[in-house]
């Protein structure tokens, strides 16, 4: 499966893709890599207004504040 197009300048995956202080490979294995892709809630603000997300916002759409 191809990895999300946004992996070099998605905050979530730059911040927590490879943060060995922070558990995140589930999250980045359905949303960043894998069948939830689509889905993604970063993605999805990207594509409809044409800049990225607030940086708290985690790929299910929940805040990282809340999340992690």
Do not use: H, W
């Not at 979530?12 to 890599?33: A, S």
């Not at 409809?48 to 299910?60: A, E, H, L, N, R």
């Amino acid at each position: 499966m191809p990895e999300c197009e946004n992996l070099d300048d998605c905050y979530f995956f730059i911040e927590f893709g490879e943060n060995p202080d922070v558990d995140c490979e589930e999250i980045i294995q359905l949303y960043c890599k894998g069948p939830k892709m689509a889905e993604c809630k970063r993605k999805e603000f990207k594509d409809q207004k044409g800049y990225p997300p607030p940086p708290d916002i985690m790929p299910d759409g929940t805040s990282i504040k809340d999340g992690l």
